[in-house]
T-cell receptor
Framework: DGGITQSPKYLFRKEGQNVTLSCEQN?????MYWYRQDPGQGLRLIYY???????QKGDIAEGYSVSREKKESFPLTVTSAQKNPTAFYLCASSIVGGHYNEQFFGPGTRLTVL | QKEVEQNSGPLSVPEGAIASLNCTYSDRGSQSFFWYRQYSGKSPELIMS????GDKEDGRFTAQLNKASQYVSLLIRDSQPSDSATYLCAVPKFISNFGNEKLTFGTGTRLTIIP
């Protein structure tokens, strides 16, 4: 079955720790995205990548880092510099260059800072 | 003006009735529009895409687009309790020369179907 997987489902972090969220897809999509969702707010774009070894900052990249070493994988690291990291993190993917780039989401990781 | 606006609700609709969800957007150049359904605690699921003015039907769902008024809506006919969820409107914005787009989301409308 094609799809997007994210792990872990729940993650607890102590203040000052870096944590890495995993995102893997087998849809053969070139583009991958990370969004953050907070209660009462829409999804906000953190980082995106259109091709291996290339990625760009989104609207709220401060305190986050990513890598794209493989087409299938786009991990997100939440660093200690992120002041308010408690949120629901969503990874998505899409084709690139098509006229209508529908984005499909993974199941999400819920991060809580203790 | 927000890029994508939705009434946050909650919107309560009796079972079997038509639920109507609305979304307005600010960028006149937007070409495609998406509706996602998000159950509590889950990730968004794409349920409708619409690119042309007019109506697009898929089962019990109908998306309506009016580019002149910058308005897109989602109608759910014969509403079922399983339709109770938050519905997110999303509008793409080009972010690169590759044709890649980012999605700008509304804050969502919470829909409750009352049995």
């Amino acid at each position: 079955d094609g799809g997007i997987t994210q792990s872990p489902k729940y993650l607890f972090r102590k203040e000052g720790q870096n944590v890495t969220l995993s995102c893997e897809q087998n849809l053969n999509h070139d583009a991958m995205y990370w969004y953050r969702q907070d209660p009462g707010q829409g999804l906000r774009l953190i980082y995106y990548s259109q091709i291996v070894n290339d990625f760009q900052k989104g609207d709220i990249a401060e305190g986050y880092s990513v890598s794209r070493e493989k087409k299938e994988s786009f991990p997100l690291t939440v660093t200690s510099a992120q002041k308010n990291p408690t949120a629901f993190y969503l990874c998505a993917s899409s084709i690139v260059g098509g006229h209508y780039n529908e984005q499909f989401f993974g199941p999400g990781t819920r991060l809580t800072v203790l | 003006q927000k890029e994508v606006e939705q009434n946050s609700g909650p919107l309560s609709v009796p079972e079997g009735a038509i639920a109507s969800l609305n979304c307005t957007y600010s960028d006149r150049g937007s070409q495609s529009f998406f509706w996602y359904r998000q159950y509590s605690g889950k990730s968004p699921e794409l349920i409708m895409s619409i690119y042309s003015n007019g109506d697009k039907e898929d089962g019990r769902f109908t998306a309506q687009l009016n580019k002149a008024s910058q308005y897109v809506s989602l109608l759910i006919r014969d509403s079922q309790p399983s339709d109770s969820a938050t519905y997110l409107c999303a509008v793409p914005k080009f972010i690169s020369n590759f044709g890649n787009e980012k999605l700008t989301f509304g804050t969502g409308t919470r829909l409750t179907i009352i049995p």
